[in-house]
């Protein structure tokens, strides 16, 4: 890991493997429950197991004081009429914030705290989002191209995935005749449900 000051180009797709040191792939299979159709995820997944999303990242010491950075790309497509997304997640820490720049594509960053609050987030090229610290996010493609977003985190946060495993997200982004549209999620099953 290095101790001094470092660069990386991130804006070409060939320029991922060499400027990242760690590189997950998240398939349909991880995210079982999550979308509103079931028949149509058991289906999808039946004729295999589709590579969702991917992201890349720089291992740093996960300590105050580092930031952790890196790519994701959730790729197009939809489960029924639900885009693609990612499992979506609180911080361990809740009062750590987070910061996306989109690089290419279209979508949204979903996002809602522990006290009831929501609120969706364009992505599209150049555009920043700044995620305050106590509210999960998840990124969304609404699009047809690969959605690309870097971004950087503090080193301490961690990552709570039980909590929206348990619950789901409160709003849906589904596609209605080719338009976006947020719904609320009928099976949203946390506390003030
Ligand atoms: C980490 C940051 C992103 C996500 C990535 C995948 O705090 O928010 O790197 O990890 O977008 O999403 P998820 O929900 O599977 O971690
Ligand atoms: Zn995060």
Redesign the pocket.
Request: proline letters at 0%; a negative charge; hydrophobic letters at 35%.
């Given at each position: 890991m290095k101790s001094r000051p470092y660069g990386y180009p991130i804006s070409q797709p060939n320029e991922r493997r060499s400027s990242f040191d760690n590189h997950i792939q998240r398939r349909l299979s991880a995210l079982r429950n999550q979308f509103a159709d079931g028949k149509a995820y058991q289906a999808m997944l039946d004729s295999g197991d589709a590579l969702v999303y991917e992201v890349y990242e720089n291992r740093r010491p996960e300590v105050a004081g580092e930031l952790l950075s890196g790519l994701s790309i959730v790729h197009p497509g939809c489960v029924g009429n639900e885009y693609f997304m990612t499992k979506g997640?609180y911080?361990s820490v809740r009062e750590t914030a987070?910061i996306y720049f989109c690089m290419e594509g279209k979508g949204v960053l979903v996002m809602e705290s522990e006290a009831g609050e929501t609120a969706v987030e364009e992505f599209y090229p150049g555009r920043v989002v700044y995620?305050t610290p106590r509210w999960a996010?998840r990124s969304i493609n609404t699009g047809g191209e690969d959605l690309v977003t870097f971004?950087v985190?503090p080193g301490h946060?961690g990552?709570d995935y039980a909590t929206i495993d348990a619950t789901g997200f409160r709003k849906r982004v589904l596609d209605h005749g080719g338009v976006p549209t947020i719904v609320d999620n009928p099976e949203w099953s946390g506390v003030n449900a």
């Open positions: 997640h911080h987070e995620v996010h971004f985190y946060a990552h």
